[in-house]
C-alpha cells in the first residue's frame, strides 16, 4: 500500500470532512445526490447563454433553493464559477455575474486558437485511421447541418464535440487547459450563435481545411486549419460585442519606473 504524505493524508481528511459537513447542511427530506460540480455546471451554462446576464446577484439562499442542496455545496459552487473567473465573490453579499470586456474575450480566443491547434497537430500524429474516419463523419455532419441552416446550437454542439474528440491525442497538460479555458470562456454560447447566424460564409472553409489536413495527415495544414476557425470566431464575436457597446477595458495610467536609491 503507497504511503501517504502527511499533506495528502490531510487533504483526503479535509474532502471527508467538507462532504461530510455538505450533507448535514441540506435541507431535511431534500437530500440529493447534487454535487457542488453540477450546480457549478449549470450555472456556468446560464452565463454562457447570457441567462444570466452581467450584473445579477446569485445569493447563496436562491441557490440553495432551486438547486435543493445545503450553503456547503452551493458555497463551493459559486466558488468554482469564481475561480473561473464567470462570478465576483463579494464578502458577506454573495456573488454576482461578471461582466466580460471585449478584450478579455479576444484574448481567450487567442488562447483556444493555440490549444486546439495543438490538438490539431497532435491528431493528425496519433489518431488511428478509424478515429480519423469517424472525425471526418462528424466534420461531414456539421458541414451538412450548416448548409441546412441548422439551428446555431446545435452546430456549436457539433464544433465542440469534434475539438473534444481530438483534443484527447494531446498531452495531459495540454488537455487540462483546454478544459480550463472552456470553463473560463464567458458568453461564448451566446456570442458565437450570433456569428453562425448572420450572413457570410462563416467558419465552413476552415473546417473543410481541416477535414482535408486531417484525411491526409497534415499536420501543418490541420494546426493552421484549426487556429484559423478560432481566429475567424475571435473577430465576429469581438465585432458584434462592439456593436453591442459592450465595454473595452479602461486604459491603464503608465507607470514610471522607480529610480534607485542614489540616482537623481
Request: proline share 3%; aromatic share 6%.
Amino acid at each position: 500500500m503507497p504511503r501517504l504524505t502527511c499533506r495528502a493524508m490531510s487533504d483526503s481528511h479535509l474532502k471527508k470532512a467538507d462532504a461530510a459537513k455538505a450533507e448535514a447542511d441540506e435541507p431535511a427530506g431534500k437530500r440529493t445526490m447534487v454535487s457542488a460540480d453540477d450546480v457549478a455546471e449549470e450555472l456556468r451554462h446560464r452565463i454562457q447563454t447570457n441567462e444570466l446576464a452581467p450584473g445579477e446577484w446569485l445569493r447563496e439562499a436562491r441557490v440553495c433553493s432551486e438547486f435543493g442542496v445545503g450553503r456547503s455545496i452551493a458555497r463551493r459552487a459559486l466558488r468554482t464559477l469564481g475561480e473561473d473567473g464567470l462570478v465576483e465573490i463579494e464578502e458577506n453579499r454573495g456573488a454576482r455575474v461578471s461582466a466580460t470586456t471585449v478584450e478579455e474575450v479576444f484574448d481567450l480566443y487567442e488562447v483556444r486558437a493555440a490549444l486546439y491547434g495543438l490538438a490539431a497537430r497532435f491528431a493528425c500524429l496519433r489518431m488511428s485511421d478509424e478515429a480519423i474516419a469517424q472525425v471526418l463523419q462528424d466534420i461531414d455532419r456539421l458541414l451538412e447541418a450548416a448548409a441546412s441552416d441548422d439551428a446555431a446550437e446545435h452546430i456549436i454542439e457539433l464544433s465542440e464535440g469534434i475539438f473534444s474528440d481530438i483534443a484527447q491525442y494531446a498531452s495531459p497538460d495540454a488537455q487540462r487547459m483546454i478544459a480550463s479555458i472552456r470553463r473560463k470562456t464567458r458568453f461564448h454560447f451566446s456570442y458565437v450563435a450570433l456569428a453562425l447566424n448572420a450572413n457570410g460564409p462563416g467558419p465552413y472553409g476552415y473546417w473543410r481545411q481541416v477535414r482535408a489536413a486531417l484525411a491526409k495527415r497534415d499536420v501543418d495544414g490541420a494546426s493552421q486549419a484549426a487556429r484559423d476557425i478560432l481566429y475567424f470566431m475571435q473577430g465576429e464575436v469581438a465585432r458584434i460585442m462592439l456593436s453591442q457597446g459592450r465595454r473595452t477595458q479602461a486604459p491603464k495610467a503608465a507607470t514610471r519606473p522607480r529610480k534607485l536609491a542614489g540616482q537623481g
